[in-house]
């Protein structure tokens, strides 16, 4: 058993002197394992179809990085919540001599061979991949170290705990099976941390296009790439190849841990720890899934909010965008009904305009109307069919659908809202109602209260926004013990009985107990994404001034804006209709993008542009577009203030 195992110690071994041998110009490979040795054909999770088929090792490897589509992660997400990874595979066999050796045990052989081979890759992926660009950013400057933190995800935590931690259990377990033949009991201590995963999954996406857009921006960062990728240690596979084996690792131990529990003799004294260990890893797999649902959630959100204008009292991402589109208004002035468009969120309707000049905004928010109050009904109109009457305490709008069933659609939408909303009202009054001893305000902080249980409620008990395990959580305030959120519980204050200490309070406890409305370093977190005044932008600004906005992008040519760089905010360009204005109408996150001279003919153009996104500036003068390039490509490259070379280039 000894001679086994440090047989196999030594296959991982062996790929780490591949990976550093990579690493060094000149220097010899040794061995060369595969992880194809440890997975068999049949054990394999089926590979991602269409653009995301496993590359050929012959495969060209100059070939640009494939973007990861949203139906891949669909796909994908799908496969962990039905068991399609566990309907594919079946555990191998392996026939031969010594077969009285028992099943369970030979699958905890292959858990920990296909473990060996998975550090080996994560290993690739934090010190050979990550660690080549994080000091080629810093020696060359040619791309941002952020970036490539941000590709990389939370990888560096994951394969410190699969190194240090995961792997070293199994093969002390293995090592000593005939002494303790279980590993139920080690699976279940370490599970709870592959919840870490979810946060790797989440970043997937977005790591695949930042991945995509500087491998064809940057050639310091292709070369460093390709470099390694045709390295005997990257078996000639790509990086966005060794990135989704994270993602389909918990799907495997799962496969293999539920194969074990199957193979384990009825009085075996494993079964129990076995599979409770299968609960948390399939509770890790839905975490995983959960994170990609909400990560899709939150990209079609921010969409919306982008074509919205990002207005401050819109923008909430634990809002759910329900349905969206065209409608007519029936007018009581003008015989013909007017073009108009609706979002219907869980707590909201948005009655908005198509905007003429669509700068930074494809729609104009005219009414907001509350779900919570709001009534759908049919009308009755012969002049205009399809008609539908939506009140609410905001406005009562009578609309047109283009048809019989799209008026259906609309109204069944609004009334499923409207239910939603009144069944979180009833679970809302309920909690308040039978708290028990509820605290009288002048017994608040001098005796500990008595909490509401998390699953009393499904919502905040301050501001009724719904909790979910991702973005809104539930946390308790110690002065009064109602569940809120974090926003409403943001706030500390000294408690008398607990000595005086300060502990975590809701919004309407702080202000009685403090006597303040608003804690100081609190005010600027509740400011809109754009409210930052241009007047006092243009008092401490790194550069500032009008800027002819040239082209699509900005909607009719030729329209002037002013163009803020704040000193407090230096990564990033507001543009104002009007220098007085305090709010902008557009914000443009300036880092990492190229600042290129415009076409020629025009020596005062110049453009940003960044992945398919070109911004096109015109300044009045040559000297002050130059001016402007400089700034924006010190902002672009992540250049703050405190750095050498602080300047003021305002006009």
């Not at 066999?93 to 296909?114: A, F």
């Not at 699969?162 to 009991?185: K, M, N, V, Y």
């Not at 080690?186 to 695949?208: C, D, G, H, T, W």
């Not at 008609?387 to 009562?396: D, E, I, N, Y």
């Amino acid at each position: 058993m000894e001679g086994a195992s440090m047989e196999k110690l030594a296959s991982v071994s062996n790929l780490v002197t591949v990976f550093e041998n990579s690493r060094t110009p000149g220097a010899a490979p040794e061995a060369h394992v595969l992880e194809a040795k440890h997975h068999s054909p049949e054990c394999r999770p089926p590979p991602p179809t269409g653009p995301h088929e496993k590359p050929q090792v012959g495969e060209a490897l100059g070939s640009e990085p494939r973007t990861v589509s949203r139906r891949y992660l669909s796909s994908l997400k799908n496969k962990l919540s039905s068991g399609a990874w566990r309907k594919s595979c079946q555990p191998r066999s392996q026939p031969g001599p010594g077969m009285q050796e028992p099943e369970e045990k030979r699958i905890v052989q292959e858990l920990l061979e296909t473990e060996q081979a998975y550090v080996a890759r994560l290993y690739l992926l934090d010190q050979v991949f990550f660690q080549e660009l994080l000091k080629e950013a810093r020696s060359s400057k040619a791309f941002p170290e952020d970036v490539v933190r941000l590709i990389f995800s939370n990888i560096s935590s994951i394969y410190q705990f699969h190194a240090q931690f995961f792997l070293p259990e199994l093969q002390r377990r293995l090592d000593d099976w005939s002494a303790t033949p279980r590993i139920g009991d080690v699976i279940q201590k370490l599970a709870p941390f592959l919840k870490m995963y979810s946060e790797y999954v989440k970043n997937f996406e977005r790591a695949a296009e930042l991945l995509a857009t500087w491998t064809d921006k940057s050639p310091h960062f292709q070369e460093v790439l390709t470099r390694i990728q045709s390295s005997e240690a990257s078996g000639s596979l790509t990086l966005q190849h060794h990135m989704l084996e994270p993602v389909q690792r918990i799907p495997r131990y799962e496969l293999l841990l539920k194969e074990y529990v199957q193979k384990l003799p009825a009085e075996a004294s494993d079964r129990a720890d076995a599979q409770k260990a299968l609960d948390m890893i399939f509770s890790a797999a839905q975490h995983s899934n959960a994170a990609i649902t909400e990560m899709e959630r939150l990209q079609d959100l921010w969409e919306v909010y982008q074509r919205l204008g990002l207005e401050d009292d819109i923008v909430d991402p634990s809002n759910t965008l329900l349905r969206e589109g065209p409608v007519l208004k029936i007018s009581f002035r003008r015989s013909d009904p007017m073009e108009r468009y609706l979002f219907l969120f869980n707590n909201m309707l948005l009655y908005c305009v198509p905007r003429v000049i669509q700068v930074g905004a494809h729609f104009q928010v005219r009414t907001r109307i509350d779900v919570a109050g709001m009534k759908v009904r049919e009308l009755t109109d012969a002049e205009f069919p399809h008609a539908f009457l939506v009140s609410g305490k905001q406005r009562t709008l009578e609309l047109q659908a283009r048809s019989q069933e799209e008026m259906i659609s609309w109204m069944q939408a609004c009334q499923a809202a409207i239910d939603q909303i009144e069944k979180r009202n009833e679970t809302f009054k309920a909690a308040v109602k039978d708290a028990q001893e509820e605290l009288q305000s002048e017994e608040l902080g001098l005796r500990a209260p008595q909490w509401v249980r998390d699953k009393m409620v499904t919502m905040c008990m301050r501001c009724q926004e719904p909790f979910n395990a991702l973005m809104r959580r539930r946390h308790h305030c110690r002065a009064c013990g109602y569940v809120v959120c974090a926003r409403c519980s943001d706030y500390r204050a000294e408690l008398k009985y607990d000595d005086n200490r300060p502990n975590r309070v809701c919004f309407d406890c702080y202000t009685f107990l403090t006597g303040n409305v608003l804690p100081e370093d609190k005010e600027d977190k509740r400011r809109g994404i754009l409210e930052k005044g241009s007047t006092a932008g243009s008092e401490q600004s790194l550069m500032c001034s009008f800027l002819q906005l040239v082209g699509d992008k900005w909607g009719k040519s030729g329209t002037r804006g002013w163009c803020v760089i704040p000193r407090d905010d230096p990564l990033v360009l507001y543009v104002y209709a009007a220098p007085q204005d305090i709010r902008a109408h557009t914000s443009v996150p300036l880092l990492g993008y190229q600042v290129t001279a415009g076409p020629q003919g025009d020596p005062r153009v110049f453009q940003l542009q960044q992945s398919g996104q070109l911004y096109t500036f015109k300044a009045e003068t040559e000297e002050l577009r130059g001016r402007w390039m400089k700034a924006m490509e010190r902002a672009a490259s992540g250049w703050s203030p405190g750095e050498p070379n602080d300047g003021d280039a305002s006009d």
